[in-house]
Structure formats: C-alpha cells, structure tokens
C-alpha cells in the first residue's frame, strides 16, 4: 500500500501540491484573520477605556461643581440669616428717622420758610441701615429681594421728596409728612417677618393704615386735610 503511494506521488505529484498549498493558505487566513480580528478588538478595548475615563473625568468635574455649589448656597444661606437677624434694628431706625422726618418738615409751613428760630438739620438716613438691606437683597431669594428693593426704593424717593421740604415748593412739607407716615408704616409691617414670627412677606402700606400713623401723629382730617390728600388711594 505504501509502495502504492509513494508511486502515485512520484508520478502525479501536482495534486498533492496543489492541495498543500490550499491548506497553507487556509491557515494561513485563518491565523492572519484572528490577528486582525485580535487587532481590532485591542483598538475596540482601548476606545472604550479612553471612554470611561472620560466619563470618571466629567463624573469628578461635576461632583466638583456640586460641591462649589453646595458651598455657596450655604454661604448664601449663612449671610441671609445674619442679614435678617439684625432687620428688626434696621427697621427700628427706619422707624426713627420716618419720625425725625415728619418732626422736621412739621416745622416748616407751607410754602417752606423757617418756622422757627434755627433752621433745623434734615434728618439722614444711616449709612448701615441701608446697607443692611442691600445685605438682605443680595443674599435672599426672588420675593424677599424683590419686595426689600421696593421698599428701599420707597425710602429713596422720601429722602428725596425730604429735601423739597426747605425749597419754594407749595405742598412740599405735606407730601412730606404723608411720605414719612407711609415709610413708618411700611417698616412696622416687615418686624413680624424680620423678626421670624412668619414667613410670609408684607403687602404694601394701605391708606388706611397710613391715615391710621397720621392720626396717631397727631395729624386729623379737620386741621390737616391737606396732608391726608398726598396719602396714595392705592
């Protein structure tokens, strides 16, 4: 049998060559087919390590960015409440120098000369007060700041209105008077809330409620109408 083999081989050897040479190219494509294949899941392996190192990287950055945020709100939250813990005594000289107001524009008449002997000092606001509610206003949340800058605003236009009082202006002591009533008013309504009896804000002065601080002033509808006609209807 051997003998047969070895005849067929020496007289057709092209067969088995051929067949050779198939099985060779066979594994060889086979070999060459995993390396590449091996290749690309190297490459596919390192996108994905590249890729979640990328997610740790936007994970730490973020966590970073909550921290920062955290730390500011808590700082925000600190200032706020050191803000409001010293608003009862802002709104306590408010209420003195809405007093001093009405006290100093009561001494002129009504066309502004000097009533009296000296000319008395128009009063100012402290410097700190109005700091003190800017404090209020940076560090609090929408409606508090919205509703402190509107009574900031408030005390703005009655220091202003104030300084008409020792001019030429006819009516500039009654609106004055009626402005100084309405600031009063307006800083006694914020104590419950500065003073953390309620959370809820204060509306607006009514005019009622600012007729009610003139007559208590000693300001009634008989003698002095003309200072009840600056109250706002509103």
């Known amino acids: 049998m051997n003998e047969i083999h070895r005849k067929r081989w020496h007289d057709r ?24 294949i091996l290749h690309e899941w190297q490459t596919l392996a390192a996108g994905l390590i590249a890729l979640y190192a990328a997610v740790l990287a ?13 730390l500011h709100e808590d700082t925000r939250v600190r200032k706020y409440k050191a803000a409001r813990a010293v608003m009862p ?3 306590a000289r408010i209420c003195t120098y809405a007093t001093q107001s009405k006290d100093y524009a009561k001494q002129f008449n009504r066309v502004g000369r000097d009533a009296g002997p000296k000319k008395p000092q128009i009063p100012k606001m ?10 209020i206003v940076e560090f609090s949340d929408g ?27 006819v009516g500039a002591k009654d609106l004055a008077i009626a402005d100084a009533a309405a ?18 804000l204060p ?19 008989k003698s002095h109408a003309a200072i009840l006609r600056n109250v706002p209807l509103g």
Request: no cysteine; aromatic share 14%; charged share 30%.
């Open 89 to 91: 005594l802002a709104l």
């Open 143 to 169: 409606d508090v700041a919205d509703a402190v800058t509107d009574f900031i605003s408030e005390i703005q236009v009655q220091s202003a209105r104030l300084e008409d009082v020792d001019s030429n202006m």
């Open 126 to 135: 402290p410097d700190d007060v109005i700091v003190a509610f800017r404090d």
């Open 13 to 36: 050897p092209w067969p088995y060559l051929a067949f050779s040479f198939v099985v060779a190219a066979v594994l060889a494509e086979f070999e060459f087919g995993w390396l590449e």
């Open 183 to 200: 600031l009063y008013v307006d800083a006694a309504k914020f104590f419950s809330y500065a003073r953390k009896e309620t959370e809820i």
């Open 203 to 221: 509306k607006r002065p009514t005019r009622e409620e600012i007729i009610l601080q003139l007559t208590h002033w000693g300001f009634d509808d």
């Open 58 to 70: 936007v994970r730490k950055v973020s966590d970073q960015i909550k921290q920062t945020e955290k």
